[in-house]
């Protein structure tokens, strides 16, 4: 399958920090990147959409000041959580959209766990 | 909107038999997409299968295949000859084909024993 690289994969930081997790396909153009937050034995909470040269789109009850996703070319989409509490602690995950010759799929990056101290 | 249960939290197997993880869905969409995702320890998703609503025939991949039953919408996950290997969070997901979101059901935990 499609491969989707996220970094760093893992990241301690203090409280009022910002912290930048990128988000790359590899092998494929993405338009549309996703980004999710997952708690322990959880399923995975989508945070937003992110299309190239737009705006993002954020679910409901996702501050998109606090969560700032920038996805400026077809390759890479950003997440920077600024001014990071404890509580935004997490794992957090992207995914790409892949519409190409393999079908319409989703590939997801390992992940980046965030520990905000 | 759409969703997506899995009512089996958690599932074990023994190791070399079957096992069947369920996954029902609701949408008024008739073009999607379905797919299982395998999460193992390591927290990496990994695709395991995916259908297409419109294809009658159901996937199959090695030891994976699907019971796809459109009309009562439901995407189970049949996993033969179970390995130790495929103990893992296993989660149903949806994705219409107009969209742009992925719906995830709340996944199913399965433990092989060995």
């Known amino acids: 399958g499609a491969v989707v690289s996220q970094h760093p994969s893992r990241v301690i930081c203090k409280s009022g920090t910002s912290v930048k997790i990128e988000c790359r396909s590899l092998?494929?153009?993405?338009?549309?990147m996703f980004w999710y937050r997952q708690f322990p034995k959880k399923s995975l909470m989508l945070m937003a959409t992110?299309?190239?040269?737009?705006?993002?789109?954020?679910e409901q009850g996702v501050e998109k000041d606090k969560f700032l996703i920038n996805h400026a070319s077809l390759t890479l989409s950003t997440l920077t959580v600024t001014s990071a509490h404890p509580e935004d602690s997490s794992f957090y995950i992207c995914?790409?959209?892949?519409?190409?010759?393999?079908?319409?799929?989703?590939?997801f990056g390992p992940g980046t766990r965030l520990l905000v101290l | 909107a759409q969703t997506v249960t899995q009512s089996q939290p958690e599932m074990s197997v023994q190791e070399a038999e079957t096992v069947t993880l369920s996954c029902t869905y609701d949408?008024?969409?008739?073009?999607?997409?379905l797919f299982w995702y395998k999460q193992p320890p390591s927290r990496q998703m990994i695709l395991v299968i995916r259908?297409?609503?419109?294809?009658?025939q159901n996937a199959t991949e090695n030891r994976f295949s699907v019971n796809f039953q459109k009309a009562a919408k439901s995407f189970s996950l049949k996993i033969s000859d179970s390995q130790l290997g495929d103990t893992a969070m296993y989660f149903c997901?949806?994705?219409?084909?107009?969209?742009?979101?992925?719906?995830f059901g709340t996944g199913t935990s399965l433990t092989v024993i060995p």
């Open positions: 995914s790409a959209r892949d519409p190409g010759p393999r079908g319409e799929t989703q590939y």
């Open positions: 092998d494929f153009q993405a338009t549309t």
């Open positions: 992110s299309n190239e040269g737009s705006k993002a789109t954020y």
């Open positions: 949408t008024s969409e008739n073009n999607y997409y």
């Open positions: 259908q297409e609503a419109y294809k009658q």
């Open positions: 997901a949806f994705m219409a084909n107009t969209g742009n979101q992925f719906y």
